[in-house]
């Protein structure tokens, strides 16, 4: 029977070459198409996943605006005070990144042949952290020992790639390292690298006991990810209850001299990649939208490519009427020809499941490459799920592909058949209808949208941002900082002049299109502290608007002659008058009705731990520092 049945289906394959061929080839895209979406999907559900009983310590906060602003960071006191005061923690560790000190750091290592080599951390994610945070990670120590690693000040740890990349071969256990020319720091250990599922990317971990005390008692100071795992049986909404009177216990006289209110919330680690959109988080996380949103695509792909095979395998089984007949005739059972219609059915499948494996094998690279992380290896192949989607998708294609020939064609009379007398059921008619419907239903919305979703890219690719990015290169300046930074700055951009290609140069703290680092508290100097709005410091010299093409609405920009240091601790704030420029978005906040009317009046913001006095010189227009999901932040520009 079997061998008969082969016979059959390689005899009609043969005659029907092209539809074979279009067949398999469009139901192996559609059936690849879907498996790397749906590992996509996995990949992406798989972040953080095991770590049930970690929670994340979140900050949110009203300063200077009605609705509270939720930050993934959170001061670096909340660990500690948390052990304290709640029972049911078990363990915490905090960690900040190095780039929110403003800086990023500068390695200088002996290698394996005594020369002195300088490495930028550039590219690296550079944490100063307690070892606790290789614990509720579950990170593997390859070398080190987890019970004193990061203990002492001035250590750290490698991760595998890193040592690898700044060593080599060679083991940097016990090296010394030395940091932006200030810190010299002993390795005490290498970490496995993390997996690419992770909202926490790190490469390297500076001891947190390097900063001393002050991070246990430091409530100031909100730019710290604070991890707590809980005692297994916890229920989180019990620390959340406790929450509000722990903030008041240790936020209280902040809270009132500052006139805003915080709160804080535990987070589980699990939703982060996915339902977390906070400030300052660790890195870009994906929506449960997006994924919802691709798991119809992929289903509309499959679906369009299952239904394309059923209605050619229809369409073609029609022609095979009077074969059927004549095998009646002499004898074939009902039985005989439905397992001979799926069983062709089933090997069409085959072979465009069996492309389709190639296919995405051949595709893997492309496609990390496409996303920007190792989603898929060849390791996917020894994934049960992957194998269930396969014969789920094969069986289905088989079985519904080949029922309607199977069970129609199967059922008709021959003498009528023979004598070309049959017809098409209403039913049969209403089935094949209904497929070709669904298939240019599906198609249509596909193809709408991927318009909607071109027309979107377009919109924001051609979207004016309010400063000119293209043409601009953005150099990071060495973290070596000391009195001649800005001599060694003017230098520099006098060397840019001579070059024939370069039409200006500007030094800025922060780059437009990335987070600014320092932001704060700001109010018209007759306005009581109560009226206070949240806004964004930066600090540009006298070329930033020539270099980046933003427009001045009023008054002046700044000369060489408005310095005035922001980093001076001077307490009398009167008699070091600083001049500042603000943004559009900052004069409609401060409740000026126009930039002219915002021009030379007097404003007060905080900088670390003291009230500046400014006087208003400028209004730029507002331009997007952020994407343009954000509205325009509140800037104030400020002179070196």
């Not at 083991?171 to 720091?185: A, T």
Request: proline share 4%.
């Amino acid at each position: 029977m079997l061998k008969h049945h082969i016979k059959i289906a390689l005899r009609f394959f043969g005659r029907n070459k092209v539809f074979t061929f279009i067949n398999i080839l469009g139901l192996a895209i559609g059936i690849t198409a879907f498996i790397l979406l749906t590992q996509y999907l996995s990949f992406e559900k798989s972040y953080d996943k095991g770590l049930d009983d970690l929670y994340r310590v979140t900050l949110s906060s009203n300063l200077g605006v009605d609705d509270f602003e939720v930050l993934a960071t959170n001061h670096p006191a909340v660990g500690p005070a948390m052990s304290a005061d709640f029972p049911e923690m078990e363990k915490f560790a905090r960690m900040i990144n190095m780039k929110s000190l403003g800086f990023k750091s500068i390695m200088s290592y002996k290698n394996q042949f005594g020369e002195v080599v300088r490495s930028s951390s550039d590219g690296f994610d550079v944490y100063f952290s307690d070892g606790a945070i290789l614990d509720l990670f579950d990170i593997p120590l390859l070398q080190g020992n987890p019970e004193t690693t990061l203990k002492d000040p001035l250590t750290l740890l490698f991760s595998e790639t890193l040592a690898h990349q700044l060593f080599g071969n060679e083991n940097p256990v016990g090296k010394e390292v030395i940091i932006n020319n200030q810190f010299n720091c002993t390795v005490n250990g290498i970490f496995q690298d993390l997996p690419e599922n992770t909202h926490l990317k790190i490469d390297m971990l500076v001891s947190l006991a390097s900063f001393g005390e002050q991070p246990n008692a430091t409530w100031i100071w909100p730019e710290f990810y604070n991890y707590v795992r809980l005692r297994p049986g916890t229920d989180p909404k019990n620390i959340d209850a406790k929450f509000p009177a722990f903030v008041q216990k240790y936020l209280s006289e902040i809270m009132l001299e500052h006139g805003f209110e915080a709160k804080m919330t535990l987070q589980p680690v699990g939703d982060i990649h996915l339902k977390s959109h906070l400030k300052k988080e660790a890195s870009a996380n994906s929506s449960e939208g997006t994924l919802f949103f691709l798991m119809i695509v992929a289903a509309f792909v499959i679906g369009i490519a299952l239904i394309n095979f059923i209605n050619l395998s229809t369409a073609k089984s029609m022609e095979r009427a009077k074969e059927v007949g004549l095998k009646k005739v002499v004898g074939a059972h009902r039985g005989i020809l439905i397992s001979q219609f799926l069983f062709e059915s089933l090997i069409l499948n085959g072979i465009a499941m069996l492309i389709a494996i190639i296919l995405v094998c051949v595709l893997i690279g492309p496609f990390n490459q496409l996303i920007g992380l190792e989603v898929l290896s060849m390791g996917m192949w020894g994934k049960i799920e992957v194998w269930v989607i396969i014969l789920s998708v094969l069986a289905i294609g088989g079985l519904l592909a080949g029922l309607y020939p199977a069970f129609v064609l199967s059922g008709f009379e021959p003498a009528k058949v023979l004598k070309g007398k049959f017809q098409y059921s209403s039913n049969s008619s209403f089935l094949r209808k209904g497929l070709v419907v669904a298939q240019f239903v599906v198609s249509i919305a596909l193809i709408s949208g991927t318009f909607i979703v071109y027309n979107q890219f377009s919109y924001m690719q051609n979207q004016d941002l309010g400063f000119r990015a293209a043409q601009n290169l953005v150099l990071d300046a060495p973290a070596d900082m000391d009195s001649t930074m800005m001599q060694k700055v003017e230098l520099f951009k006098n060397e840019l002049k001579q070059l024939p290609n370069i039409h200006s140069s500007t030094m800025t703290r922060d780059v437009p299109g990335k987070p600014m680092i320092d932001q704060n508290l700001m109010r018209k100097k007759e306005d009581e502290k109560a009226v206070q709005i949240l806004t964004n410091i930066m600090t540009v010299d006298h070329d930033f608007l020539e270099t980046y093409k933003i427009e001045l609405l009023a008054g002046r920009f700044f000369v060489k002659e408005d310095k005035a240091p922001l980093r001076n601790n001077q307490m009398d704030t009167d008699h070091l008058l600083h001049r500042v420029v603000v943004n559009a978005s900052t004069v409609k906040s401060l409740g000026f009705t126009s930039p002219e009317e915002a021009l030379q009046r007097k404003i007060v913001f905080a900088y670390g731990p003291i009230e500046r006095t400014a006087e208003i010189i400028g209004v730029i227009g507002n331009y997007h520092q952020q994407s343009l999901q954000s509205a325009y932040d509140n800037i104030i520009l400020t002179y070196p």
